[in-house]
């Protein structure tokens, strides 16, 4: 932190390098929705970009502003309470798991998966319309 003219102290956001970018911005906004914070701060990728925009798409998250080479996202809460109850990664960097069209209206879970298709990250829902399947990303519920 440095301090300016007034003494007070600034908060500066630090990027750290990770080796899976959407994973970690994934986790950030599971740890925020669990401490029930409104924002979350990351460094700006056009995968986590497409990724930001497909949880505004389904209105996990409520707002995306592009700041730079920072992304802020703000999360939705209904009745005081966070939207996501909870995120799991499927395909990590060290297994990747594809999912077909056929897979994917076969099943019947209360939560939303999010894959990487030929037409972006979109949710099982766009997938199974849009007729592509893909690398299931996530599942969040």
Do not use: C, H
Request: aromatic share 6%.
């Amino acid at each position: 932190m440095e301090k300016t003219k007034k003494g007070k102290k600034d908060k500066k956001v630090k990027f750290v390098m990770v080796g899976y970018p959407v994973g970690d911005f994934l986790i950030r906004i599971k740890n925020a929705a669990l401490a029930r914070q409104k924002e979350v701060v990351v460094q700006r990728t056009k995968l986590i970009e497409a990724t930001a925009k497909a949880l505004v798409k389904e209105r996990y998250l409520e707002d995306l502003k592009k700041d730079g080479d920072e992304i802020k996202v703000s999360l939705t809460f209904r009745a005081k309470e966070p939207e996501i109850l909870g995120l799991k990664l499927i395909s990590k960097p060290g297994l990747r798991v594809y999912v077909g069209v056929e897979e994917l209206a076969k099943r019947r879970k209360p939560s939303t998966l999010f894959l990487s298709t030929p037409k972006g990250i979109v949710s099982a829902k766009d997938a199974i319309k849009g007729r592509v399947g893909g690398e299931a990303i996530f599942e969040i519920w």
